[in-house]
């Protein structure tokens, strides 16, 4: 639809309107022609400004805006929101139904749910298309984007301004000249007392976008809203918000929360994107960090990477690093609002240091992934000085995160989580990849292996940090050793050829030869760059054992007749293994070293070698 374009609808609606506000006049001496062609004109701009605002939306990043209709889809909307949420099995409505009743709706949802968007979608509808139920009374929104709230400015004004009704400020004072009271008034009618009149007799649907981001009083903010929804009848309130800035009810308002996107509607939206979302859907479903799709923002993200480039990032270190960027500053920064913490000092990057703090906390020593407030506290309590935070704040610094983020979320009452599994790991992958002392990463490994994962491939030298796991402490549990290179074949760390990479994947394979499930991830990472020939660099450290050259399992036995050396604290091992069938596709290349290797394996164990690897 073109930008200027104007539904059919829309002279009936200003018709409406203006007769409406002219209605609302009558008693004025002073109305004219004039005036109503004023209150026209206005009133006709604000219509078309909300078609120019609902009809296109403007993803992150993308340089042009979508139309509404065709990138968009309506959302299911719980009618229990999560922090007070006592089961799973609560109601959903779709965004339709909030125009087939008489109720105020408060709308929450985390940055990135929706919220705006299905706004937009609403108020489009009221203008766009005849009522589909006898319930739906609704004639047309009046939209107001709460941002735009001067810090003096009432809602009641910003319907006035938006709909041309024309007030003053009077002032009364005592007989001493003290203020008593300021009021709006329109001719002998209280501002307020018209709006609401407008609002019922026009049946209009005050949309209202952002509370978490309206600036100035939050009270005064919310007693308003609250007077609103009591005094008003046939018209209808609508207000969206953040969760986290969600702390009290609001008088007169029903609470409702969009729900996570589920399998069948991100599949539909990827459809309006791709046409075709099948291989973009199969490649997802092989990534760790396939849980943020959940959310409309960072979903359409994925897919604006994957419509431009044709694929999604190697690393999913890039998607983690995007995400947490977007949602502690970027997405504000880019829609002009400006969040500001309680705390000086609190900027978006010590929010990130923080949030990894408080990931590793969680994950490590607590070692909860939902977790109440006592665990929150306890974890708080233990990183709160190095941030300069107060002591007793704790509840107040998880409310702003939550506003300001989305990051950590409530999940019940009384208890939190991070929103995403995935942003959990990587951030405390970001806080175990500063800690001073990495062989600490064998007893994390043992507690959790996802985050060393993702640690190594964050680290800046990712074959030496794999190699200190093995190489440098004591060995780790076969299913721990076996999750955490599941999980670095979905990491894909950019290793470099290093003998030492080399010669722990060898002992890997000689220490846990029977474990055929172990083998197979190894073959595995072999094929990730820089594997094979690092397996290559350590041959020259080992000769094939002379007691026990050949295995059962169709593993060369090697022994060590050369120390590696220049890494601290990393020994050689006395004794490693390497699959008979590498050895040979090395050679096959050329490569003398194998070649000596193989004219040292008895031709008969040879011939009878059975290959492990599939």
């Avoid at 374009?5 to 203006?18: D, G, R």
């Avoid at 007169?252 to 979302?277: M, Q, S, Y």
């Avoid at 995935?422 to 990495?438: D, G, N, T, V």
């Avoid at 474990?515 to 350590?538: F, G, K, R």
């Amino acid at each position: 639809m073109d930008d200027m374009a104007e539904p059919t609808t829309t002279p009936i609606l200003l018709k409406l309107a203006t007769d409406v506000v002219m209605h609302l006049w009558r008693h004025r001496s002073a109305t004219t022609d004039r005036m109503r062609k004023d209150v026209e004109v206005k009133i006709d701009r604000h219509i078309v400004e909300v078609l120019k605002w609902s009809q296109r939306i403007q993803f992150y990043g993308m340089s042009r805006a979508e139309e509404t209709d065709a990138a968009t889809i309506s959302l299911r909307i719980n009618v229990e929101p999560r922090r007070f949420r006592s089961s799973k099995n609560a109601g959903t409505l779709g965004e339709f139904d909030l125009l087939n009743d008489d109720h105020n709706y408060l709308l929450l949802g985390d940055p990135g749910a929706g919220k705006t968007t299905t706004l937009k979608r609403l108020a489009q509808h009221l203008v766009s298309n005849a009522p589909d139920t006898a319930a739906d009374i609704y004639q047309f929104p009046v939209v107001l984007r709460l941002r735009e709230l001067d810090l003096r400015e009432s809602i009641i004004e910003m319907v006035a301004n938006a709909v041309g009704i024309g007030f003053e400020r009077r002032t009364e004072r005592d007989e001493i000249g003290e203020i008593i009271s300021v009021d709006l008034w329109v001719g002998q009618q209280k501002l307020r007392d018209v709006i609401v009149e407008f609002l019922n007799l026009a049946h209009v649907v005050l949309i209202l976008d952002g509370l978490d981001e309206a600036p100035g009083d939050s009270n005064r903010l919310n007693r308003e809203l609250s007077w609103l929804a009591l005094n008003t009848s046939g018209s209808k309130v609508i207000v969206s918000s953040r969760s986290g800035d969600y702390t009290g009810a609001i008088e007169g308002f029903d609470i409702i929360e969009l729900c996570p996107l589920d399998a069948d509607e991100i599949a539909v939206i990827a459809r309006l994107w791709l046409g075709d979302p099948s291989e973009f859907l199969a490649k997802l479903a092989e990534l760790p960090y396939r849980d943020i799709t959940d959310r409309p923002l960072l979903l359409t993200q994925l897919l604006f990477i994957y419509k431009r480039y044709g694929y999604l990032p190697e690393q999913p270190s890039q998607i983690y690093r995007r995400v947490i960027s977007l949602l502690l500053q970027e997405w504000d920064a880019e829609r002009g609002v400006v969040r500001r913490s309680k705390y000086a000092q609190f900027d978006p990057d010590r929010k990130a240091a923080f949030l990894a703090a408080l990931a590793y906390e969680l994950t490590y020593r607590i070692k909860r992934k939902v977790f109440a407030s006592r665990d929150l506290r306890a974890a708080y309590l233990k990183i709160y000085q190095r941030f300069r935070l107060p002591q007793n704040e704790m509840h107040q610094v998880i409310s702003e995160i939550e506003t300001h983020t989305g990051i950590i979320v409530a999940a019940g009452p009384d208890m939190y989580e991070f929103s995403h599994l995935s942003l959990q790991e990587f951030l405390c992958a970001e806080y175990l990849i500063r800690e001073p002392h990495s062989e600490y990463l064998t007893s994390y490994l043992a507690m959790y292996p996802a985050p060393v994962a993702i640690a190594i491939a964050l680290s800046s030298n990712p074959s030496l940090l794999f190699a200190a796991l093995f190489l440098r402490s004591k060995e780790p549990a076969i299913a721990d050793i076996r999750n955490l290179i599941s999980r670095l074949l979905l990491e894909q760390p950019f290793f470099d050829v290093s003998p030492y990479l080399g010669t722990a994947i060898m002992r890997l394979y000689r220490d846990f030869a029977d474990d055929q499930m172990l083998s197979n991830v190894l073959y595995q990472l072999l094929h990730l760059p820089s594997v094979t020939e690092s397996v290559v660099a350590a041959l020259y450290y080992f000769e094939p054992s002379s007691k026990e050259t050949l295995s059962k399992h169709g593993l060369l036995h090697l022994r060590r007749v050369r120390a590696l050396e220049g890494a601290q604290g990393i020994k050689t091992p006395d004794a490693v293994a390497v699959p008979l069938a590498l050895i040979r596709e090395i050679a096959e290349r050329g490569n003398s070293r194998a070649q000596h290797f193989l004219g040292t394996v008895n031709n008969n164990a040879e011939a009878n070698s059975q290959r492990i690897v599939p």
